[in-house]
């Protein structure tokens, strides 16, 4: 089997949130029947769980231990659904991490929260996917499980895992090896990685896109596809807005202005590692696996789009004013761009006049107050909580109108082809 016929396939924790969505996921996998990299996410939300787990263990507050035994039972009942009693091994090994989990809560927090986020919160996509690869075997598909964290190398930023692309070739090639010895599927964690110094990182919330585009790249893929709970990339967040609309085609450049606008459809680095090889992009549902779902791929022509609505919540609209007055100029933006890149804050939108600066940020509890109390040594800040960035492309007056009434719109930003606005109801 040449690596150039592997296929990627990527898993939402929507997809695993149950046993039947376990047996659903394996059903598919064995309807294809080369090889296979499956990489999945956390089961359900399964991830938010370990955020709040992790949040009272920063604070010492016993009602972690709450939370620990919601975490443990949801993982052993879906277990106990998927095996007899006489056949279920699986067990053994989900609660073997389980007890690790529980070790790391009973110590002492070691490194600052970003470090303790990466070394809790992996523990997610490591049991989803030992359950999966135990289950798939069982009803008797050829796989192996893997631990990525021995195949992907990144660096020491926790949270935001940068990945040593030749090092992880090198790992992945050799792990990732299809012969006629090797098993015909491979299932691995998304979201994680591993340094050098043998601990976890993450590649950012929601990174497991991320993980199926690098070893797509790493690998030489035929393509990837990504399952979700809706039937391809769509128009709008349905769970947001009416009347949403299926894309059938989609090129690199426009999923790429999708994805920094905020689309949560697609991971932002997922199209750059598939870019550079032409691998095409799928998005499919797990729900219609036979349906045709969304194609996003290279292509120079033009496609005509819907108007296409993107809405970041949770955004706070930062005004910056330097305190003698001075013109906003390159160095005055280097020193704010400076702050805001030690604090590790990312800027959604920017607008500047001669003597304001605004910027448009995620209210990240981590991150931003530590930005603030920097900025505030050479700027009057103020700042507005609880806002909206609304972004619409290929936008129609009738669409911007039916979507700002009755808002208080704070700022816009207009090009031909999109607008941005930050609102508040």
Request: proline letters at 3%.
């Amino acid at each position: 089997m040449g690596n150039s016929k592997v296929r990627v396939f990527k898993f939402g924790g929507a997809s695993v949130r149950s046993a039947e969505g376990v047996k659903n996921l394996v059903a598919i996998i064995n309807e294809y029947r080369g090889p296979l990299i499956v990489v999945v996410s956390a089961m359900g939300k399964v991830t938010n769980l370990l955020e709040r787990i992790l949040k009272n263990y920063i604070e010492k507050n016993d009602a972690l231990w709450q939370d620990f035994e919601e975490l443990r039972q949801f993982h052993l009942n879906i277990v106990d659904n998927l095996f007899s009693k006489k056949e279920n091994t699986c067990k053994q090994k989900a609660e073997k991490f389980l007890v690790d989990v529980e070790t790391l809560l009973k110590s002492q927090p070691k490194g600052d929260f970003n470090y303790s986020y990466d070394q809790l919160v992996c523990y997610g996509e490591l049991l989803s996917t030992t359950i999966i690869a135990d289950y798939a075997e069982s009803v008797g598909v050829d796989s192996r499980w893997i631990d990525i964290r021995t195949a992907l190398r990144s660096d020491e930023t926790y949270r935001e895992g940068n990945i040593d692309f030749d090092v992880s070739q090198r790992l992945s090639t050799k792990i990732f090896n299809y012969t006629a010895s090797s098993p015909r599927v491979y299932i691995t964690q998304g979201f994680i990685a591993g340094t050098s110094k043998g601990t976890t990182t993450t590649l950012g919330r929601e990174g497991s896109d991320y993980t199926a585009a690098i070893l797509a790249n790493l690998l030489n893929a035929s393509d990837v596809t990504i399952w979700k709970d809706v039937e391809g990339v769509l128009n709008a967040d349905p769970r947001t807005f009416a009347n949403t609309i299926k894309l059938n085609r989609v090129s690199f450049k426009e999923a790429i202005e999708l994805a920094y606008c905020g689309a949560q459809i697609i991971h932002p680095k997922t199209i750059k590692p598939l870019q550079n090889k032409s691998i095409k992009l799928y998005v499919k549902s797990f729900l219609k696996p036979f349906a045709e779902g969304t194609l996003v791929y290279q292509t120079d022509s033009a496609i005509i789009y819907p108007p296409l609505l993107i809405q970041k919540t949770n955004q706070v609209l930062i005004s910056l004013t330097p305190l003698d007055f001075s013109f906003v100029i390159e160095d005055c933006l280097s020193r704010i761009f400076g702050i805001l890149f030690r604090n590790r804050v990312k800027v959604n939108l920017v607008q500047s006049s001669a003597i304001s600066f605004s910027i448009c940020v995620d209210d990240e509890e981590h991150f931003l107050p530590g930005a603030i109390d920097e900025l505030n040594h050479d700027f009057a800040v103020r700042y507005n909580k609880g806002l909206e960035l609304l972004t619409i492309r290929h936008f129609t007056n009738e669409v911007i109108l039916e979507h700002t009434k009755g808002k208080n719109i704070y700022l816009e930003q207009k090009t031909r082809s999109t607008i941005r606005l930050v609102l508040a109801n």
